[in-house]
């Protein structure tokens, strides 16, 4: 790569200028022997920084952040042990570097490869530039909006319960998790989230060893934090312990780190550190600091910089001169550029498989073998409800790290009864209430899954999902992808959903939207109907989640959980006795024989599709219907099948028209070369409103039917 290497800047110049003139003082100041790893951390990670944009500016690198200013962090990094999990915020490349040097490893090459998206970086395999590796304990976080700080709650509430209940876990029993943040990210609603669940966790005198770390610079982007306002914000709460350092003195901010540490670390109580910074070189790669910051200011900062803290106190206590810094700065500069020519020659990913081969893989073999070791089969029929209270039971009993928890899932057993039992019979520390926040209770359940456990948490509506998603989406998904499977965090959300409830209605307890889960790579979105089959895919799920880490959110029909009948009132046509057999990941169930129609439903739809399919045959028309069960992935084989053999397709979709299930059902039929007729009914582009006005917009049997009637006279008039 022949590139020249790129002048100084004037942050460059101020630093090499300053660095020149310190001289000892009269008064020695002592200093720890970390010392000089910090100064070898904030030096790499200035260079690192410097690289990305000189590789940047060449397009030999991508979209980075820069530590600029934050490299005070390294101090934080000397304060706790190499084997503290730790969850970093984007500008925390110092102390990444400081903690890969106590491990021995080179993290500025790391860094570097991470810049040019190489695939021999070693967390993310040039899938994203993040700060990760399993030898040092820290995990690749993406979020830029504080979207990782439920989860590291979550991870440490589960340190000291894991020792507790016995369960193995990766953290010992006496870690800190360390989560670093921005000033700007604190306004957000999952930082705040996890802030409030922190103290009441602390309020309760539960133990949680959580040291945030909140790296302020004083800007988000372009738009300055209020004063005062960050240390109002993490003062707030008198549970969390805080102090407050600043950056361009590493002395203050080791100590300061140091007791923190040690004081969370002995009484497993949270604490925040409010780390004074400064951001230097812009918010990111192309962004133009001087459109918003007058030259003054972005001058005014030079002085803070908290690479001339370190060395003022190197050079105080006699352990260098200014000159041998600036040399040292220098030379460390030279290596970098060379560094970053090495790696801009490697090779990035090259195929769309090796991408997405870090997506959660499928081990049906080993999954069924699993599966087959937990016992089910009842003599009694079992409603749905009683069906899933059952596979939990099993589960919790087969799996001591299975944890269940959510909002009324304890002693009262949940809102409609689904749990009930369930805390009694297996204890306040694995079956347990949380606060009202489903944002914390996707957290706790990733940071358990880290950390040993396997986190069956609950969702109370599907409604009350859609203000935590990105927990899904941004942290639980991302994981395997960005951290090639070296971490996982495999877990069974439970969400109860759809519509048709009788007499308890609206749109918060009757959502049917399911777009925001269908488009999530990796997920596994499970859906029975049917309570033969929710105990079993209930177990397969679990054991997706212990084998593969899989993802798993397992959506129950409310309106079905107690049903007893299917056509006639005490037929009891919806209960059934619970058997032994294994329902793979991806497999649907067909029902009756029929050869003039297949219905492709699920859920509610199931039922309905059932019903209308019994009207039909007195009028001459013989369907069989396939209940999908899994909505992720689609039981495509299983689609084709049903409709080749019949030659007409009715989609029923009890979600909405647009951007519901059918949408991929039809999709599917089509990319597989499908030439028979289709046809879908769904519910309309509506909410869901309150009383009998619902019927109005949710699919029903008389849509069914007549669409069905509709399929196939116009198929046989052609």
């Known amino acids: 790569m022949s590139i020249a290497a790129p002048d100084l800047d004037p942050l460059e110049e101020h630093l090499l200028d300053a660095l020149r003139m310190l001289e000892p003082s009269g008064a020695s100041r002592a200093a720890p022997p970390e ?127 894991a020792d507790r209940l016995g369960v193995e876990s990766p953290w010992q029993s006496d870690a800190v998790v360390l989560c670093s943040f921005g000033d700007a990210s604190l306004n957000h609603a999952t930082a705040q989230a996890a802030l409030s669940t922190s103290a009441q966790i602390a309020h309760q005198g539960l133990p949680l060893p959580l040291l945030y770390l909140c790296e302020d610079n004083g800007l988000g982007i372009s738009v300055p934090s209020p004063p005062g306002w960050v240390e109002s914000a993490l003062t707030a709460r008198d549970q969390l312990r805080y102090a407050v350092a600043f950056g361009d003195d590493p002395g203050e901010v080791l100590g300061t780190a140091r007791e923190l540490a040690d004081w969370v670390r002995e009484t497993r109580r949270p604490a925040v550190l409010h780390l004074k910074t400064v951001r230097y070189l812009s918010h990111a790669g192309a962004d133009a600091e001087m459109a918003y910051r007058t030259p003054q200011a972005i001058r005014a900062d030079y002085a803070k910089d908290p690479l001339l803290g370190t060395a003022r106190w190197l050079v105080s206590a006699g352990r260098a001169t200014g000159e041998e810094l600036a040399d040292d700065y220098l030379a460390a500069r030279d290596d970098a550029r060379e560094l970053a020519r090495e790696v801009a020659q490697l090779p990035q990913i090259a195929t769309a498989e090796q991408v997405m081969a870090m997506l959660a893989p499928h081990s049906p073999a080993v999954v ?73 209770i996707l957290g706790l359940a ?37 951290s090639q499977r070296a971490y996982r965090n495999g877990m069974v959300v439970r969400i109860a959903g759809y519509g048709y409830q009788r007499g308890f209605g609206g749109h918060f307890h009757n959502d049917d939207a399911l777009g925001v889960l269908r488009d999530i790579p990796g997920l596994v979105l499970a859906s029975p109907a049917r309570p033969d089959d929710a105990a079993a895919m209930l177990v397969t799920c679990a054991e997706s989640a212990t084998v593969d880490g899989t993802v798993c959110v397992f959506l129950e029909p409310i309106a079905l959980y107690h049903s007893r009948d299917l056509h006639d009132e005490g037929d009891e046509g919806w209960v059934a006795a619970l058997t032994d057999d294994h329902v793979p990941v991806g497999a649907g169930r067909t029902y009756l024989d029929g050869d003039d129609l297949a219905i492709v439903t699920w859920a509610n739809g199931l039922h309905l599709s059932l019903r209308a399919a019994k009207r039909l045959a007195t009028q001459g028309i013989r369907a069989r219907v396939l209940d999908l069960r899994w909505l992720a992935p689609l039981p495509v084989d299983d689609i084709l099948r049903e409709a080749t053999a019949t030659g007409r397709v009715l989609v029923v979709d009890e979600t909405r028209r647009t951007g519901g299930v059918s949408e991929g059902v039809l999709a599917a039929l089509v990319d597989a070369g499908y030439e028979g007729r289709m046809a879908r009914v769904a519910s309309k582009d509506s909410f869901v409103p309150l009383g009998d006005a619902a019927r109005l917009v949710l699919v029903s049997e008389e849509e069914i039917e007549e669409a069905a009637l509709r399929l196939v006279r116009q198929y046989a008039a052609s």
């Open 35 to 161: 010392v000089e790893e910090l100064w070898r951390a904030q030096v790499d990670s200035r260079q690192a920084d410097y690289a990305a944009r000189w590789l940047q500016q060449h397009g030999r690198s991508f979209y980075t952040i820069g530590s600029a200013g934050h490299e005070s962090n390294a101090a934080v990094s000397l304060a706790l042990r190499v084997d503290d999990p730790a969850l970093l915020h984007y500008r925390s490349g110092a102390f990444y570097l400081a903690r890969a040097a106590q491990a021995g490893l080179d993290g500025l090459r790391d860094i570097m490869l991470g810049v040019v998206a190489a695939s021999a970086e070693p967390i993310a395999g040039g899938r994203h530039k993040v700060f990760g590796r399993k030898e040092l304990a820290i995990l690749p976080m993406t979020s830029t909006i504080a979207s990782h700080l439920p989860r590291a709650v979550g991870m440490a509430l589960a340190i000291d319960r």
């Open 368 to 440: 069924a073998e699993r599966a087959a070791k937990t016992h089910l089969a009842t003599s009694e029929p079992q409603t749905l409800a009683q069906a899933i209270n059952l596979g939990l039971a099993a589960v919790l009993e087969r799996h001591p790290n299975a944890l269940l928890f959510g909002e009324d899932i304890a002693v009262k057993g949940g809102v409609y009864g689904v749990t009930r039992g369930l805390h009694a019979r297996f204890g306040a520390g694995r079956v347990f209430d949380t606060l009202l926040d489903e944002t914390s």
């Open 446 to 482: 990733l940071g358990a899954a880290v950390s040993g456990f396997l986190p069956i948490p609950e969702i109370q509506y599907l409604a009350y999902l859609h203000n935590a998603e990105d927990q899904l989406r941004g942290e639980a998904a991302t994981l395997q992808f960005f």
